[in-house]
């Protein structure tokens, strides 16, 4: 929902416009696009990859600006995100729209006359996904707009891949579907205990439309079907046992650490430390797996 016009009542700051860009959410994207990058087959001049995984940080940026644009007036009733330029008054909507589009287009066309136009095409398609189809449409509608939204910070990887190598092969979409199914068991796992928050602003997260206990039990299935997912890659040939033992035993312990969040009935958010835990374990385990997946490729070449 477009928040209503308000006068910001201090000058924003660049601060400000660096948090427009979610700087947190970008580090793993970026990371994951790195990754993506380096187990390519093939070598970019060190400039060029740079600048590759500069172009995708600044899309994540790009996107994370529009939703925030968009989504103004539904931070403001969330306590985790009042403080954010726009709903703080910081800084006004047009601002936040301009900054959010240049940087799109910037990041797109230097995307595409550094390194190739499949690249720049993957990286406008996952900007314009964020904002149109997960922000605009799925997010405000639907609980399972994490789900279906989970796609969009899946191209990172196959963004990094396709700046190499020009094409998208069986690893890149295997690694896009690996951070597609971890988008769910992530989120949900912190939704159960923000669920006051997305309940105060309207939107129909899982735990809010369906309750705790249906929240948990989708939470762990999507967990084994995450699981699968993040060991195929061995069994299938597109990595060696390095990258296979360490997918294995962090996704061992990611479903033994999902197990008590199915067990666990609570309603309190004070009573939800195996939730807490899961969601914080949740982003060492893709920077781990991707990173193990690097040091697989780089001793396989």
């Not at 970019?44 to 103004?72: D, K, R, S």
């Amino acid at each position: 929902m477009i928040a209503a016009d308000r006068s910001p009542s201090l000058p924003a700051e660049w601060r400000d416009f660096i948090a427009l860009t979610k700087p947190r959410v970008m580090t793993l994207v970026v990371f994951t696009g790195a990754c993506g990058l380096f187990a390519a087959p093939g070598t970019l001049h060190p400039v060029l990859a740079f600048t590759a995984v500069l172009c995708i940080a600044l899309g994540a940026g790009a996107a994370g600006a529009l939703n925030q644009w968009y989504e103004a007036d539904l931070d403001a009733k969330m306590k985790r995100t009042a403080k954010r330029p726009l709903p703080a008054g910081r800084m006004d909507r047009d601002s936040a729209l301009f900054f959010g589009v240049a940087l799109a287009i910037f990041s797109v066309l230097l995307m595409g006359l550094a390194t190739n136009w499949l690249a720049a095409g993957v990286l406008t398609v996952s900007i314009l996904f964020y904002v149109l189809v997960y922000t605009m449409w799925l997010k405000p509608r639907t609980p399972q707009n994490i789900v279906i939204g989970g796609a969009a910070g899946a191209f990172p990887p196959v963004i990094g891949w396709a700046a190499v190598t020009g094409d998208i092969a069986l690893l890149p979409v295997l690694l896009f579907t690996l951070v597609f199914a971890w988008t769910p068991p992530h989120f949900w796992a912190l939704s159960l205990f923000v669920r006051t928050d997305y309940a105060a602003a309207g939107v129909p997260m899982l735990p809010v439309t369906h309750g705790f206990r249906a929240t948990r039990h989708q939470l762990f299935i999507y967990t084994i079907i995450m699981a699968a997912v993040a060991v195929a890659p061995w069994p299938l040939g597109e990595t060696g046992a390095i990258y296979g033992m360490v997918a294995s035993a962090l996704s061992l312990v990611f479903i033994a650490l999902a197990w008590p969040v199915l067990r666990n009935q609570a309603e309190d958010p004070a009573a939800m430390k195996p939730e807490k835990t899961l969601f914080k374990y949740s982003i060492l385990y893709l920077f781990v797996l991707f990173g193990a997946l690097v040091a697989d490729r780089m001793l396989l070449a």
